[in-house]
Nanobody
Framework: QVQLVESGGGLVQAGGSLSLSCAAS????????MGWFRQAPGKDREFVAS????????YYADFVKGRFTISRDNSKNTVYLRINSLKSEDTAVYYC??????????????????WGQGTLVTVSE
C-alpha cells in the first residue's frame, strides 16, 4: 500500500506561481510512476502531468502549454508540480497519484492505483 499526501495548495493571484508536493509513504516507492490530476468545481477529474520512475518519460496535458513542470526526487519519495502564470481556470483540487502496472502513455486515471486526498488551489483575479 502506498499513501500519498499532497501539500502546497492555497489561494494565489492570477499570474502567480505555485509549487505542489506529494510525499509517498508505505511500501517501497521504487518503480512507481507518478502523476497529477485535477478536478475543477462541477467538472470531471482531468489529467495534468505524469512522470516515470526514472524521469525518462514525462507527459503533459495539452492545456499545460509550458506553464506546468512535473519533477520528482526519489530519495525523498516526493513528486512536485510547479505551476506558473496561474489562471482562474486552474482553480481545482489537485490530486497526486501513483501507479506501477501500465507501460505507456501514463495519462489515464485507471492507470494509477493510489491516490492522495487532494490539495485545493484557488486562483483569484
Amino acid at each position: 500500500q502506498v499513501q500519498l499526501v499532497e501539500s502546497g495548495g492555497g489561494l494565489v493571484q492570477a499570474g502567480g506561481s505555485l509549487s505542489l508536493s506529494c510525499a509517498a509513504s508505505g511500501r517501497t516507492f521504487s518503480g512507481y510512476y507518478m502523476g497529477w490530476f485535477r478536478q475543477a468545481p462541477g467538472k470531471d477529474r482531468e489529467f495534468v502531468a505524469s512522470i516515470t520512475w526514472t524521469g525518462d518519460r514525462i507527459y503533459y496535458a495539452d492545456f499545460v502549454k509550458g506553464r506546468f513542470t512535473i519533477s520528482r526526487d526519489n530519495s525523498k519519495n516526493t513528486v512536485y508540480l510547479r505551476i506558473n502564470s496561474l489562471k482562474s481556470e486552474d482553480t481545482a483540487v489537485y490530486y497526486c497519484a501513483a501507479g506501477s502496472r501500465a507501460a505507456a502513455m501514463l495519462v489515464r486515471a485507471p492507470q494509477f492505483e493510489y491516490w492522495g486526498q487532494g490539495t485545493l488551489v484557488t486562483v483569484s483575479e
